[in-house]
């Protein structure tokens, strides 16, 4: 393997680490049932309002910087 080519699956490895260490502290979390909305470590938990279990998650680095 050339070294261009082990610096770009090392360049790859490095983004894909960040990503998957962003995805576990920032999760935006929108109740369907009341419409309360957070911010959460987690998917898959319950409303913090409601308890309702009907709640939508996006990752936060999805959402533009400016």
Same mark, same amino acid.
């Given at each position: 393997? =050339? #070294? %261009?080519?082990?610096?770009?699956?090392?360049?790859?490895? !490095? &983004?894909?680490?960040k990503?998957? %260490?962003?995805n576990?502290?920032?999760?935006? =979390?929108?109740?369907r049932?009341?419409? &309360? %909305?957070?911010?959460?470590?987690?998917?898959?938990? =319950?409303?913090?309002?409601?308890?309702?279990?009907?709640?939508? &998650?996006?990752?936060?680095? #999805?959402?533009? !910087? !400016?």
């Open positions: 393997m =050339s #070294q %261009e080519r082990r610096r770009e699956k090392i360049d790859l490895e !490095d &983004y894909q680490a990503i998957a %260490e962003s576990r502290h920032n999760v935006f =979390s929108h109740c049932v009341c419409h &309360y %909305e957070w911010v959460t470590s987690a998917a898959g938990e =319950s409303c913090p309002s409601c308890q309702s279990k009907n709640v939508q &998650y996006i990752l936060c680095w #999805q959402f533009p !910087d !400016d």
